[in-house]
């Protein structure tokens, strides 16, 4: 049982803040999601699901859009006797949500972090306080009078930020006694990791730069028994730079690259064995394709490329500059090393010296898959990333793959990926909202990771990682012509064009028929929107579909079992975007591979 309030269109130019006052017991749950004309689902912004014995507030960072939404509030009171979901009031204001001026009753999310000493209290009436209007407003200060005990810290915690953030962070602050306490403004992620932003002794530098989420965390350590006052208010934010000595140039996409069209800013050395080859693998049962889309581009290191017996080479990433965290997240397959030590490894070179170190090494038995690696690194001094690639010699090499580079702020741990639900499902956490049909079909799909039981068909790992989940057909566990079908849940209609992708794997000599379907009460037989059959190689292949439809329908995953047990076929990775399909996914042409 859910209960469902659906709020009036909002139309968003600037950065706005809901804030929401709830309360839940018991087994209960609550959901955010923003709604947009047009489009099929629903998008998650937040969710609770921890009950609580006092009212909490929620505040929710809504990005500027450029097309009206609807907030969308689902309750789920729960199995558990005496569940429930309470909301007190609902508020969106044009600000960012670690804004605040402390007039409203709930201080706009900040809380204290409790400590039995010392803590941060509100105040009012003061003559300075520095909130514009006719009364006097309201600040929150901290007194060395209420400490219990010296080197106490009173700590004023922000809401945490949903989306990242970059710009000017100002407010408003008076002390005395300074020279009997410390106050100090930092940022802390989700892992509880720490960074100073700015120090009331040093005030010169107060601009933030959250690739995370992150929260604001006001601090003020006392050190002596008369260690005064700090008050605090009017905290506001800005995405302009406080200045533009801070404002920082560099954007880390520069360092992305799927090498559909080229190197992009990736380089080879002249010095070096200058091996890695960009190349395109049409559809085959032999040979693994790209990872972007199965179909497409990616580099190779081969010791067929060269007349020496081993190799080393070098590929070189754009520059990073020092003093900031970044994700590096890329994708590589081996095939053919007996010994894969040195097959790849990930260095850091120091771009103004000789220094280099190795970050990363690929330890894996060779597989021909597709493996997603993450490193979080960061360095003093602006860097280059390197992927180097060793071969000794001829008779223990193979195959080195690389694609999909993408490079981010932040640690790789901290940075959250793609919510699992039905418009964007990988199977990590179960199927999404997909559920097996009982009725129309003779098997299920399975969930499933690494190989499938039966040799020669099927995948060896999910499109996602390499080592994650997907769903496949087990052929083994069913008869031929048997089908299997996935179904979405209600998609909402639309009057314009949608588009589902979705990656596919179809190798077997056996392999029977993979079909998508659009079921809807209104007609009698499902419409076919997409279909394959036979042996498709032994890559994973992306699909792009293109529909539209009026009406509430549902979405349908068939899988038809074919003559032989080599007949498993796999989905993973389904997506659904508003819109016409902008890629044509169309095989890649020429030889087996196409080299650069």
């Not at 100073?196 to 601009?207: G, I």
Request: charged share 20%; net charge negative; glycine share 8%.
């Amino acid at each position: 049982e859910k209960a469902v309030l659906v709020g009036p269109e909002v139309e968003q130019q600037d950065w706005n803040c809901l804030r929401m006052v709830y309360q839940l017991t018991g087994s209960a749950t609550l959901q955010l999601q923003r709604r947009l004309e047009g489009e099929s689902f629903d998008h998650m912004l937040w969710s609770a699901h921890s009950p609580s014995d006092s009212w909490l507030v929620a505040s929710i960072d809504l990005q500027n859009s450029t097309e009206p939404y609807k907030i969308v509030i689902e309750g789920r009171p729960g199995s558990a006797e005496g569940s429930s979901v309470s909301i007190f009031e609902i508020s969106i204001s044009d600000k960012y949500c670690i804004e605040c001026d402390f007039e409203e009753s709930h201080l706009c999310g900040y809380t204290n972090q409790w400590n039995s000493n010392v803590n941060w209290y509100v105040g009012r009436g003061d003559p300075n306080s520095h909130t514009h209007s006719d009364e006097p407003g309201n600040y929150m200060y901290v007194d060395s009078v209420h400490t219990k005990t010296l080197k106490e810290v009173a700590k004023l915690v922000s809401p945490m930020t949903m989306v990242p953030l970059s710009g000017c962070l100002s407010f408003q602050y008076q002390q005395d006694h300074v020279d009997g306490h410390l106050f100090s403004v930092y940022s802390r992620d989700r892992a509880g990791q720490y960074q100073e932003l700015w120090r009331a002794d040093q005030p010169e530098n107060n601009q933030v730069d959250w690739g995370t989420e992150t929260e604001v965390v006001f601090e003020v350590s006392f050190n002596s028994p008369k260690g005064g006052r700090v008050f605090l208010d009017d905290i506001s934010f800005s995405p302009e730079f406080c200045s533009e000595e801070t404002e920082p140039t560099f954007d880390p996409k520069v360092a992305d690259c799927d090498f559909e069209r080229g190197f992009c800013r990736y380089t080879q050395r002249a010095a070096d064995a200058a091996l890695w080859r960009r190349v395109s693998v049409q559809p085959n049962i032999y040979r693994t394709g790209d990872h972007t889309t199965g179909t497409g581009s990616f580099l190779l290191a081969n010791s067929g490329f060269t007349m020496q017996s081993g190799y080393v080479s070098r590929l070189y990433g754009p520059p990073l500059p020092g003093n900031q965290k970044y994700c590096l997240r890329f994708f590589y397959s081996l095939r053919g090393f007996s010994k894969t030590g040195q097959a790849l490894a990930v260095y850091l070179y120091d771009t103004a010296g000789p220094k280099q170190d190795e970050i990363w090494a690929q330890s894996e038995k060779t597989r021909d898959a597709w493996i997603q690696t993450e490193l979080s690194i960061q360095s003093q001094k602006t860097t280059q990333v390197v992927f180097v690639s060793t071969c000794k010699s001829f008779w223990t090499c193979g195959y080195v793959g690389l694609d999909d580079i993408t490079v981010s702020l932040g640690d790789c741990e901290l940075q959250l990926g793609p919510p699992s639900h039905p418009s964007h499902c990988n199977f990590e956490t179960g199927l999404c909202g997909y559920t097996q049909d009982k009725h129309g079909d003779e098997a299920d799909w399975v969930l499933a990771k690494g190989p499938t039981p039966t040799s020669y068909t099927g995948p060896i790992g999910d499109h996602t990682t390499g080592v994650g989940h997907y769903l496949h057909i087990e052929a083994s566990q069913m008869f031929a012509g048997h089908r299997a079908r996935l179904v979405s849940s209600v998609l909402r209609g639309s009057k314009g064009p949608q588009c589902l992708q979705f990656f596919y794997h179809m190798y077997g000599s056996g392999t029977g028929t993979l079909s998508v379907l659009l079921s809807s009460d209104l007609e009698e037989e499902d419409r076919v929107l997409w279909v394959h059959s036979g042996e498709q190689g032994i890559s994973w292949v992306r699909a792009s579909v293109s529909y539209q439809y009026d009406h509430s329908h549902q979405i349908v995953f068939e899988a038809l079992r074919g003559p032989s047990l080599r007949s498993d076929i796999a989905i993973d990775d389904i997506i659904f975007q508003k819109g016409p399909c902008k890629d044509s996914d169309r095989p890649a042409s020429g030889d087996l591979n196409n080299i650069e």
